[in-house]
């Protein structure tokens, strides 16, 4: 259990163990947490108490690494990414959720909660005992000067406050000490403490009172005369009427001894409770309210179980626009009947301009119970005046009864806690755009996070509000404005209106409008209804570290982003970045898709890019996006070396600022990259658009992606983005970032895609370029290598091995020995090919050898495999099974799939050449569905036609016929389907061709048949 102390130096323990809780500022910090009491605590006022009016401008980056820091000393055992319990966040700020009783400053109010020095003369002489005790262990807890070192204004604050009440707590002990008759004791002490408060009438004159009763009247009246001589010297006033009075009674000797007890006893007069009236209080319910029903089911049921033991409560969030307050009124009308004791509601303004203390926003708790008081039917002199007084007042009024609270737009718990019932019965239902992470430490809560509407429920919406026959006559026109709006109700409800106001637009030119990024926010907005406006709510209580990150990281246009790379982009340490984001997923400024991964609705995302290029952002644009790009380079230079050892490339791509990402393993560093394909994809596609230095970082990353040969399961996209990147290299006439393009190209048309022609053409290209630096010609060298595979023409040999010496003797050349490798395999396939087994055999030795000594996993995996098939060739079948299932293993060890499915592949086929078809066939099927998750067309056709073979073989005529025309499908869709004998084995090639024209005829047929049918007549 964690304990706390604040009366002396600031500590803390985890049950025996003292913690470390670091600097003076830290604590400081922590301190400014612990005094309120689980409240919450803004940035801004946490900047206020700890640094002062004139704050550094480094103060809030201190503030989050103080934070962390702390976090790590309070729960040591929390794993990352997981939300801190004890020191929590909210958006805009911290609190601290800790056991009753863990600061001992709650333990000195614990000991003195049925203490009263006003009535102890009411109570027997062992109750004064008693009370004497309490007094005196509350004062025991304080070990020196409270918050003793720590700078800042709250500190000062506090520490004077807790001095105060540490001498009036001993001032009301001494005075029960008199009336216990220890005047000797408290003479002793407080002789010494008018030395330290020499101007504190009320201690000078407790001791005239023991000197009297002690029989030293002369000390006593002495006290007086010099207490006399100090205030006049000092301010230039007389004592005061109490203790002059005490020196006339001293003089007269008249002083009674004090009162030891009574027999009265005190008597409290309750007044009687008064009825609650019959509140309706909630808004007119939505007419159009469309969708949520399971929702509206979950919240309904929740509100209204009856479990006897806690209080119902239900937070509604999400994003400004997002409907909840009109979920929530729909919600109350709906549940209204089952609380026939009235519904609350109220507006707390959480998010509107700050109008309370300290420049919070929001109604404060006190006004909004005041508020219900009324309501209720409470006389104003009734009212208690502080806010702990009315939540009680509130919470007994409602003790037996059944009313619905609805608690609309709320900022924080702060706003809400102080409203929530304390008996069964009554249910709340509060809506806010934070989270309100810290709600569930109070009570038993129903979170409920509100998404964008479906597309189905966005398009009733629409129809409701514009019309059911307009919206029917327009369906593609009504896509594209609903896509525009992003499931949005409040952009939905906007556009809606729009065209009820306008019945002579169309949706398409609508439509048209919202589909220009530039002018999306300023259409959606109608009357006082804006898009924009609910985002900027939410905005402006960023503080300045959370606006510059929702700002920034809006810039790369990525699905998703990581928290590494987000770190990355704001140049910031990681753990202060997860909280700068978590902080603004709390105010569902943005989203998280998964653990350590953060994303944007399209409208919020487009709000922030507004915001970067405003006149008060000088931060330029392609700051963030070259950040982004150098850590993903950094990091692929990272996955090179784990992926494919011996590679040398890192060396000659940019150098970059970014430490980048490590990686234990290969399958590690590719779940990575499967991970980061879409985003770079984008990335592509945005860097071709901005050009500058990023062109230069994303051909880099281009090259080092093509080298791995796996094109991943989006390469038709991947493609489309590498040409527009193309065009732009050529436009900024850059031959080097040209060539580096063309290969990254040429690897996806040749592997992935099977368009042969296209993908030599791109990297013949790039093989010219002038070898006048050492990456030029390690990009030579990997060109020569890929064009050593796409020439292999079944017997034509001539070209692909002339390609594969030539990047033999360009590796060698740079030192290279994963290219040199690469380009031994494709020398001894096409030796394989060519019937030249023997040499076929002496070349794959050679690569598995070389493989092996650099420790590539998917090269020796490949070299394997290929002298496995040469072996097979030859007859050696046994060998030649052994060294292919020799590669599968070092191609599962390598964490590539698509190695893995050529290895399969070939272990298949030497199984076929052993005349094993039983062994062979689920070997074939295997491959083809790992090559289905890998890679393109061209690679599975062919597989596919080796398992159709074999299951021809075996008579299972009709699962060949249905492989052959999956195959036959496969060239089809292949733009140079009529090349593609060229990657067939030579064995097999003439039976395949016959077999598969009859299928390829047939299926080229049904889809010019499909485009006739979908053309229509002319």
């Known amino acids: 259990m964690l304990k706390f102390a604040v009366l002396g130096e600031v500590r803390a323990w985890r049950d025996e163990l003292e913690l470390d809780l670091g600097s003076k500022q830290r604590r400081a910090l922590l301190a400014a947490l612990l005094l309120r009491s689980g409240r919450s605590a803004t940035v801004p006022e946490l900047i206020d108490g700890v640094w002062g009016e004139h704050p550094t401008p480094s103060a809030i980056g201190a503030l989050r ?42 333990m000195v109010e614990d000991m003195l909660l049925e203490v009263h020095p006003d009535r102890v003369g009411t109570e027997p002489s062992h109750a004064v005992e008693l009370v004497r005790e309490r007094l005196d262990a509350a004062l ?89 001589k100090v205030l006049i010297e000092r301010l230039g006033i007389e004592p005061g009427q109490q203790l002059a009075e005490l020196h006339q009674r001293i003089l007269r000797a008249d002083l009674r001894a004090p009162q030891r007890d009574t027999d009265n006893a005190a008597v409290i007069v309750r007044p009687p409770r008064r009825m609650v009236g019959r509140v309706a209080q909630l808004p007119a319910d939505v007419v159009d309210f469309t969708g949520r029903t399971d929702t509206i ?3 309904s049921e929740w509100l209204t179980r009856a479990d006897g033991f806690a209080v119902p409560v239900c937070v509604i969030g999400g994003m400004g626009g997002i409907g909840k307050s009109a979920l929530a009124v729909h919600v109350g009308h709906r549940v209204r009947d089952q609380f026939p004791d009235g519904q609350l509601h109220v507006d707390l303004h959480g998010f509107a301009q700050a109008r309370g203390p300290a420049g919070r926003s929001g109604t404060p708790a006190a006004d909004t119970l005041g508020d219900f008081l009324r309501a209720l039917g409470i006389p104003e002199g009734e009212i208690a005046p502080t806010l702990a007084e009315r939540s009680a007042q509130f919470r007994s009024f409602l003790d037996g009864k059944r009313v619905l609270i609805v608690l609309d737009n709320a900022r924080d718990i702060d706003q809400v806690a102080a409203l929530i019932p304390g008996t069964p019965g009554s249910a709340v239902l509060i809506t806010s755009r934070s989270s309100m992470p810290e709600l569930p430490c109070v009570v038993g809560v129903l979170g409920v996070r509100l998404d964008v509407l479906a597309r189905g429920e966005a398009r009733t919406l629409l129809a409701g509000i514009a019309g059911l026959r307009r919206v029917a006559a327009e369906p593609a026109a009504v896509d594209s404005v609903l896509a525009a709006c992003g499931g949005l109700p409040l952009a939905v409800r906007i556009v809606g209106a729009r065209l009820a106001a306008r019945p002579s637009w169309t949706i398409s030119s609508l439509a048209e409008r919202l589909a220009d990024e530039k002018q999306r926010l300023g259409t959606l907005r109608s009357g006082d209804l804006a898009v ?13 570290a959370q606006a510059r990150a929702f700002r920034t990281l809006a810039i790369p246009e990525v699905a998703e982003i990581s928290l590494d790379g987000a770190a990355a982009i704001l140049g910031s340490d990681r753990m202060l970045v997860e909280e700068l984001c978590e902080s603004l997923v709390d105010l569902n400024l943005m989203e998280t898709s998964a653990s350590g991964r953060y994303t944007y609705h399209d409208l919020p995302r487009l709000f922030a890019r507004e915001l970067h290029l405003g006149p008060d952002v000088t931060e330029p644009v392609s700051g963030a996006l070259v950040r982004l790009l150098d850590f993903s380079l950094a ?24 430490a980048g990402l490590s990686f234990p393993d290969s399958i590690a560093a590719q779940y990575w990259l499967d991970i980061e394909r879409p985003n770079l994809i984008s990335l592509y596609e945005q860097v071709a658009r901005v050009g500058g230095p990023s062109l230069a970082l994303a051909a880099d990353i281009a090259w080092a992606t093509a080298e791995l040969i796996d094109g991943g399961p989006h390469c038709q996209e991947l493609s489309r983005s590498l040409n527009k990147l193309l065009d732009a290299a050529l436009r900024a006439g850059d031959r080097r970032v040209e060539c580096r393009i063309r290969v990254t190209l040429g690897t996806i048309y040749s592997y992935s895609l099977g368009t042969l022609r296209e993908g030599r053409d791109h990297v013949r290209i790039a093989l010219s370029l002038p070898p006048t630096s050492a990456s030029d010609v390690r990009l030579t060298a990997f060109a020569g290598q890929l064009l050593a595979s796409s020439t292999r023409m079944g017997t034509e040999t001539a070209a692909s ?34 019937g030249r087994y023997a040499d076929a055999q002496e070349r794959a030795t050679e690569a598995k050898t070389l493989a092996a000594k650099v420790g590539n996993a998917a090269l020796e995996a490949m070299a394997t495999h290929e002298l496995g098939a040469s072996r097979g060739y030859q007859g050696d079948h046994a060998h030649a099974v052994e060294l292919c299932r020799e590669s599968v293993q070092l191609a599962r060890l390598s964490g590539v799939e698509l190695r893995e499915g050529w290895a399969l592949a070939r272990l298949a086929h030497v199984h076929m050449m052993a005349g094993d078809l039983v062994a062979a066939e689920p070997i074939a099927d295997a491959a083809i569905r790992m090559l289905n998750r890998a890679i393109g067309p061209l690679s599975r056709a062919r597989v596919l036609v080796m398992h159709g073979l074999i299951l021809q073989a075996v008579g299972r005529t009709h699962q060949a016929y249905c492989v052959y025309r999956s195959a036959a499908e496969a060239f089809a869709l292949m733009e140079d389907a009529h090349f593609a004998h060229e990657r067939l084995n030579s064995e097999v090639e003439a039976p395949i061709l016959a077999l598969l024209r009859e299928h390829l005829d047939q299926v080229i047929a049904e889809r010019k048949q499909r485009r006739d049918r979908d053309n229509g007549p002319e």
């Open 297 to 299: 089911r979950k919240i």
């Open 532 to 544: 924009e406006a609910a985002f900027r709510l939410s905005y402006d209580q960023l503080d300045c």
């Open 140 to 228: 025991r807890l304080w070990s020196g000067t409270p918050l003793a070192g720590l700078p800042g204004p709250f500190a000062d604050r506090q520490r004077t406050q807790l001095i105060e009440r540490r001498v009036a707590l001993l001032e009301q002990r001494i005075e029960l000490d008199l009336r216990l008759g220890r005047y000797p004791e408290v003479i002793a002490e407080l002789t010494p403490l008018c030395g330290e408060h020499p101007m504190r009438e009320q201690i000078r004159g407790l001791l005239m009172t023991a000197l009297y009763h002690a029989g030293r009247q002369a000390e006593a009246l002495a006290v007086y005369a010099d207490t006399r």
């Open 65 to 106: 690494n103080h934070i962390l820091h702390l976090r790590r000393a309070l729960e040591p055992e929390r794993a990352p990414g997981t939300p801190a319990t004890v020191l929590v966040g909210f958006g805009g700020g911290y609190a601290l959720r800790l056991a009753p009783g863990a600061v001992d400053v709650e």
């Open 635 to 658: 990091t692929m230079k990272s996955l090179m070396v784990v992926c494919n050892p011996g590679s040398r490339l890192p060396e000659h791509l940019a150098p970059t600022s970014a």
């Open 801 to 834: 091995i002339a390609h594969a010496e030539r990047a033999i003797r360009l590796a060698r050349r740079v030192e290279d020995p994963a290219v040199e490798c690469a380009s031994l395999v494709h020398m001894a396939k096409t030796l394989s090919d060519a």
